[in-house]
């Protein structure tokens, strides 16, 4: 059995745009926690940074008007103070000692460098040898930024950079968007947990850690619900349960004997009754095609296929988006891509998007297809274990001939080493 | 006052590889919990998968060899047999329903689709139409992988498709590397958390929340202890607290007054008395000049500056190598990074690698610099926190001219548009 109609994936991702938005709800966490979480405030400055006068050198400060015409030939005398109490706005000639990172004396402008000065040890007086510039060797109040600066804007990713700017600005909580809670439904019989012995038929639960491991990746929190027996009414229940941002149902996405259930499960769930109900059935990506989408109520509800390479293809390319969404985070794939050239052909069925699994070459500009086994299906898990990343075969190709540049979706490419020229 | 001499970036890259691998010693952890930690060993299915021949479809399981010669004119007769029961080794023509997924019956070969089957309901007999090859729409048991294959290695960084591989082998836990002890020793007085109000002289502590989310984004474990006075013996104790695998040593980094009894805490470990002292001290690096690092027995002991942006460019591009070593983590940048454009001149220092934050353009390909106010020093939290990533200006450079291309590290190109070409 085959779908009729398969919804392209741009429809797939069209229909999450437009349905998906992020989370409502906002939690405050401490600085500490802060890091990968999404602001669901702006951020403005509480007070000046730095938040006084500063001097960035150990030195002497001065008025520089009072240092005009300073030089070895000319050397002008000043009187020590102690710099917490000297204040230069005496109108005398006062120099007082600071230490990088201390506030500058009342009234100094300049921070004259130790090379200029000449200082007995013990002596109450120095002499400096060359004219200061005002402002010389001092951070003035608020030069990073002063008070009601907007640093950071609500939705902003936050970076370790912006813990601490926050830290600097004296934030200590913030509020950030809520992890959306993901239901996974897991559904079927015979699947094993690792220590379990198999029995016939039976297979060990791949999907379950895999997505648990996916979903947070993506922003979300987890919550893992097992129906053994596809009843449709028990499924229904475990999804219309309160509390769930986002649910997952995972096997039964088919069109076969052992997919009926969840089927009805879920096409029960229609408009006119709670609001819900299968939007999209059966999508044109490879693996993946039986992926579904829809919502109970307000919820988004996605069907993903059981076997562990469609599954994984399906959440990746399809449903790991609305769990982006809701998190507040960009939506888009979480990796990086650029060109590479393939030195293999990669083959692909026109009508779907495939994904194909790809391996780098010694050629830092090169990449090879990974054959699967069998052939004529679109990947493994080991193949996609094995792989750097994926390429995307479009709907309307047979695919790619040798030679050709094609887009790389790369799983760790975000590790550059710095180009010895630079060091 | 300045560093008599300069150590390049390069020697303190060669440093810390030299002198820093990976933790020793490993932690056993569940797969749930597996995702982007690093295997501490290689690991082998111990199982095929799939574990039993198995149909990738809804239909009839016959011995290919019983379909020969079937067809719309010809349709062959087969007995129907229960899937769980049916032995088709027995020499007559029998075909077994099966759903997908489930095990092929023994002695079947090809499952044969609905299509290509006539099947009146209740009926004890099936005509088939079509004659079936061998081996069609089965997943031989062991086609993903067989049992003793080796399925990932020793130092893999484990992603989540790695886990679904893991889970489908039935693997449950994993020896993974532990991760590295990091001692933050936070040192001076006149820091502040939030919350607490400012008196004069005092500024908000930026650096410790900050490293610990960047040591986290590494891989290390943190422990924070402070050091308001700097006295030497103060210093010395904490570093040599036993349990860390690195050393942090936070503000004091410099050659003031204010910095001296950190230099003697860390000068006084010599090699002649407990195996340690700084290596290096001062790096041709702004900012982050200050920086240092060194060792107390086998601990390695890295010395960054107070300010902010000089401890945040310290850590990024010299401390944060030696804690991603530890972690048996890639010790390159944890950025992707590309060629782009640069609209207006970057200005740099000779002798110096300078770190300028930079901003994308709405030209995809371009990129401007950050101006750092004050415009003499390369740089602000403020201006780290605008930026989408960063360029390294190489030593021997005066800068880059507009129009000029140039290696930018980015903070967040690891989001990619699905292009729509491709959909």
Redesign the interface.
């Known amino acids: 059995?085959s779908f009729a109609r398969l919804s392209?994936?741009?429809d797939a991702?069209a229909w999450i745009d437009h349905e998906i938005g992020s989370c409502r709800g906002a939690e405050r966490v401490p600085?500490?926690e802060?890091?990968g979480r999404v602001l669901a405030q702006d951020l403005a400055a509480a007070?000046d940074?730095?938040?006084?006068d500063r001097s960035v050198?150990?030195g002497y400060a001065v008025r520089a008007h009072d240092t005009l015409g300073a030089s070895v030939y000319n050397p002008l005398t000043f009187r020590l103070a102690e710099a917490s109490a000297a204040d230069l706005a005496t109108g005398l000639a006062i120099a007082a000692k600071v230490?990088?990172?201390?506030?500058t004396p009342r009234g100094a402008d300049a921070i004259v460098l130790?090379d200029h000065v000449q200082h007995d040890p013990g002596a109450a007086i120095v002499e400096i040898i060359e004219p200061a510039i005002a402002g010389a060797n001092i951070?003035q109040r608020g030069?990073?930024?002063s008070r009601g600066?907007l640093?950071?804007r609500a939705g902003r990713?936050i970076?370790?950079?912006?813990?601490?700017?926050l830290?600097?600005?004296?934030?200590?909580?913030v509020e950030v968007v809520r992890p959306p809670r993901v239901r996974l439904v897991v559904t079927g019989a015979d699947l094993?947990?690792?220590?379990?012995k198999?029995r016939?038929?039976?297979?060990?639960?791949?999907?379950?850690?895999?997505l648990?491991?996916?979903v947070?990746?993506d922003g979300g929190s987890t919550e893992i619900r097992r129906v053994e027996h596809r009843v449709p009414s028990a499924i229904r229940e475990v999804i219309m349960e309160p509390a769930a941002d986002l649910v997952i149902v995972v096997g039964g996405s088919?069109l076969?004997?052992?997919d009926v259930p969840v089927l009805q499960a879920l096409s029960r769930l229609r408009p006119d009754d709670d609001g819900g109900g299968l939007a999209i059935h059966g999508i044109a990506l490879r693996p993946g095609a039986s992926a579904g989408m829809g919502r109970v109520g307000s919820t988004p509800v996605f069907l993903l296929p059981?076997?562990?390479i469609s599954?994984?293809r399906a959440y990746e390319l399809v449903a790991s988006r609305g769990v982006r969404r809701l998190a507040g985070r960009?939506p888009?794939?979480?990796?990086?891509?650029?060109d590479f050239m393939t030195v293999r052909k990669i083959v692909s069925s026109i009508g779907f998007?495939e994904v194909w699994p790809v391996r780098r070459m010694p050629d830092p500009d090169h990449i090879e297809p990974i054959a699967a086994?069998?052939p004529d299906r679109a990947g493994?898990?080991?193949a996609?274990?094995q792989a750097d990343g994926f390429v995307?075969?479009?709907?309307a190709s047979e695919g790619f001939p040798p030679g050709s540049r094609v887009?790389v979706?790369l799983?760790?490419?975000?590790?550059?080493?710095?180009?010895?020229?630079?060091?």
């Open positions: 059995m392209s994936l741009a991702i600085l500490a802060l890091s007070s940074n730095p938040p006084f050198a150990d230490a990088s990172g201390s506030p130790p951070d030069d990073d930024f600066t640093l950071l990713r970076r370790a950079a912006d813990v601490g700017l830290g600097a600005a004296g934030i200590g909580f094993y947990q690792a220590g379990q198999l016939r038929g039976g297979v060990y639960d791949a999907d379950t850690t895999m648990r491991s996916l947070e990746r088919g076969g004997a052992e059981g076997p562990p599954c994984l960009c888009e794939l979480p990796y990086p891509s650029r998007v086994a069998p493994s898990l080991l996609a274990a995307l075969v479009p709907e887009r979706y799983y760790e490419d975000a590790n550059s080493r710095l180009d010895p020229n630079y060091l």
